[in-house]
């Protein structure tokens, strides 16, 4: 299956604009010596750069096997934060348990994307030619339709619990990270009852630190994954 290159074109802007807007979080959150979830916003940054590569050559660059090397690492390093996400008890965690597993799917697919756009490219001789030309191009197809199903399963989680993410306000009123995506209720993992006393005028203000849009970022890159993974079968 072959797909259409201005669709590429658009996911690939999305990706850059996602990338950049990780990017305005990491310097924001460090100016305004806030917490946030860091390494899920610097890998968003290199992800939404690698993804935007793939869709459309011309904007590609790195060494070969430069980006499966990073990915790889961000893999593994998701992996250690899962296993201890896990074992935290419920009590002391106020957010989705099994958050960073949503990134070690990410990394993991992002390495078998870079592997078969490699060998393709190599195949053919050139720079490659972009999404668009990589139909059946996947080596372990059952495996990229997990990776797939996987990633848009988490997109559909995410998009059903966008309004129960908490506001930036509520977590700075709780010491909790201000652009983690932590949960307002509707559960046990929960911000703290102290969070009413949050001046809910700055409750209401937009913020590039907004776990919600944080979000959307996850969204659109599962999203834009799970296309591109797709494509390959």
């Not at 011309?58 to 390093?77: K, N």
């Not at 509520?170 to 932590?182: E, I, S």
Request: aromatic fraction near 6%.
């Amino acid at each position: 299956m072959g797909g259409q290159t201005w669709i590429a074109d658009i996911l690939a802007a999305v990706m850059l604009a996602t990338a950049g807007y990780c990017l305005s979080r990491l310097v924001i959150s460090w100016r305004r010596r806030r917490s946030t979830d860091r390494p899920v916003d610097g890998v968003h940054v290199v992800m939404g750069v690698a993804m935007a590569g793939m869709l459309v050559p011309g904007l590609r660059f790195f060494w070969t096997g430069g980006w499966e090397i990073i990915f790889g690492a961000g893999a593994l390093s998701f992996t250690w934060l899962a296993m201890r996400e896990l074992r935290t008890p419920k009590s002391v965690c106020n957010r989705p348990r099994h958050h960073h597993l949503q990134h070690v799917l990410a990394c993991a697919a992002m390495v078998y994307m870079l592997a078969a756009v490699t060998t393709i490219a190599a195949h053919a001789g050139s720079g490659g030619s972009g999404m668009s030309g990589m139909g059946g191009g996947a080596h372990f197809p059952t495996l990229a339709l997990v990776l797939a199903l996987g990633l848009l399963g988490y997109v559909v989680w995410t998009a059903d619990r966008l309004t129960s993410f908490a506001p930036v306000a509520a977590l700075a009123g709780a010491g909790a990270p201000v652009g983690d995506l932590v949960l307002a209720g509707g559960g046990s993992e929960t911000v703290p009852a102290s969070t009413a006393a949050a001046d809910p005028a700055e409750a209401r203000r937009p913020s590039p630190l907004s776990p919600r849009l944080a979000a959307c970022c996850e969204i659109a890159m599962g999203v834009t994954m799970g296309y591109m993974l797709i494509l390959m079968l």
